[in-house]
């Protein structure tokens, strides 16, 4: 959510509201800086955020940016000395004896078959030999094209090897830039239509209809944004 206001809800953000994104974007940073982890998320986020304010900033005038400008170029430059320290970050190996090398093949390839984003198998073949060899499995790449994209899509973009063997890997890619992927977290939002509530999947709801199941919509991150547009 906080990359899809990055990318078009920052002109509507009151002086409040964009002082607590701020905030919020600081404390993840900080965070990923103590933990290392994911920090290529938070990377993208920022490059969306750098990239639309530098557009807003130049447009000053044109666009309606709440608040002084001397602010944002102020933010712009926070912006900028984040990524500078992620990108100085350095990943420390901790040395507990057992390692991710050290698991049998069966189950380093389970752990890719388990990724949903095709950017994280990439950068887990990275890391050994025998990881890049489980990264360009054709099955692999075949099931997350077929868990994110839908046959008619596969037509559309059809890439062939000379052998004629479909490309999975950069007809993956290539589906990417033109669909939206499936959108999965951790937890979602829920909307009762029954108790017109917005609750969290894993921790319910005290609801009173007969059926609950029934009453229940998903609310992605998009959605959420929307129900805030009159
Ligand atoms: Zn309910």
């Keep these: 959510m906080l990359q899809l206001i990055a990318k078009s809800q920052l002109t509507s953000l009151s002086g409040v509201a964009q002082k607590n994104y701020f905030n919020v974007l600081d404390k993840i940073v900080q965070k990923v800086l103590d933990d290392h982890q994911n920090p290529r998320l938070i990377k993208d986020l920022l490059q969306d955020l750098s990239s ?3 557009i807003l900033i130049r447009g000053v005038g ?3 940016l709440v608040g002084n400008i001397n602010i944002w170029v102020c933010r712009l430059e926070t912006i900028l000395n984040w990524q500078q320290q992620l990108q100085n970050l350095q990943m420390t190996e901790v040395d507990s004896g057992l390692t991710l090398s ?3 093949v069966h189950m ?3 752990i890719l078959y388990r990724f949903s984003d095709g950017w994280d198998i990439v950068t887990l073949g990275q890391v050994t030999p025998t990881l890049s060899a489980l990264s360009e499995d054709r099955r692999l790449w075949k099931k997350l094209c077929q868990y994110h994209f839908g046959e008619k899509q596969f037509c559309r973009h059809l890439i062939l090897s000379e052998k004629g063997h479909i490309e999975w890997k950069l007809m993956y890619f ?5 669909y939206p992927t499936k959108e999965q977290y951790g937890d979602t939002l829920h909307f009762c239509r029954h108790c017109s509530i917005l609750f969290w999947k894993d921790s319910g709801h005290p609801c009173t209809a007969a059926d609950p199941d029934s009453c229940f919509t998903p609310v992605s991150p998009q959605h959420f944004i929307d129900l805030f547009k009159f």
């Design 52 to 54: 639309t304010l530098c």
């Design 62 to 64: 044109k666009s309606v």
């Design 102 to 104: 050290d698991l049998p």
């Design 108 to 110: 380093l390839s389970n």
């Design 174 to 178: 290539a589906l990417q830039k033109h």
